[in-house]
């Protein structure tokens, strides 16, 4: 009988082992894991310094307050539970406005057309564009304009926003060449005096 109770212990002991083994390895490796989705997004692009800055309603230098992870996330689904949009609300603080109306930058929220979502697969991080997120602390140049909702959002995708302390490496992204030419032509240009 005791014989029996032993190995009974040793079976309960084995299989809670392999429960635990088994759970831990699902949130470390599958459920924390972050999987990148790129997707291709109808926007209206500016080649040059001169025209994104025309077309932007509103120019800022500032920084995002928060960290990636802590800010709003916008996600909406189809009726079929589909993906429709994501979106990120970053908080700017802004340290100065090169056009635009002043009053629209107390308490300025940023929609940014990226986002991160949790899956039973892990998470999700969804681009527009190759578009990278602001990071907290780093201090960029910023081109908005208002979107169907009211709400200001990076125009130009990834050659909207340029960060101009040189802290966030990813800020290049994938068209850099583009992307640096356009930065070049604005900080010549009278645009940023």
């Known amino acids: ?17 392999v429960i635990f083994a088994a759970s831990s390895y699902y949130y470390f490796a599958i459920y924390n894991s972050v999987r990148d989705l790129y997707v291709s997004s109808d926007y209206i692009g500016y ?7 025309s077309n932007a309603e509103l120019v800022v230098v500032g920084s995002p307050l928060k960290d ?3 800010r709003e996330l916008h996600l909406s689904r189809f009726s079929n539970g589909a993906l429709e949009d994501i979106a990120t609300f970053t908080e ?14 107390t308490n300025l929220k940023v929609y940014e057309p990226i986002g991160v979502y949790q899956t039973f697969k892990g998470k999700e991080r ?17 081109f908005l304009s208002k979107n169907t909702y009211g709400q200001y959002s990076v125009i130009n995708m990834q050659s ?14 994938e068209d850099s ?15 940023l005096q």
Not at 1 to 17: D, Y
Not at 47 to 53: I, N, S, V
Not at 126 to 142: D, N, P, R, V, W
């Open 177 to 191: 060449h583009n992307k640096q030419r356009i930065f070049a032509e604005l900080k010549s240009s009278e645009y």
């Open 1 to 17: 009988m005791l014989m029996l109770l032993k190995k009974r212990s040793t079976i309960i002991s084995l299989i809670l082992a």
């Open 92 to 105: 700017i603080d802004v340290e100065k406005v090169i056009k635009g109306p002043e009053e629209d930058t």
């Open 126 to 142: 969804i681009a527009f564009e190759g578009y990278t997120a602001m990071k907290k602390g780093s201090k960029y140049l910023i």
């Open 47 to 53: 080649p040059t310094g001169k025209a994104l800055f």
């Open 68 to 70: 990636f992870e802590d």
């Open 160 to 173: 909207g926003k340029f960060n101009m302390d040189g802290t966030d490496h990813e800020d290049m992204g």
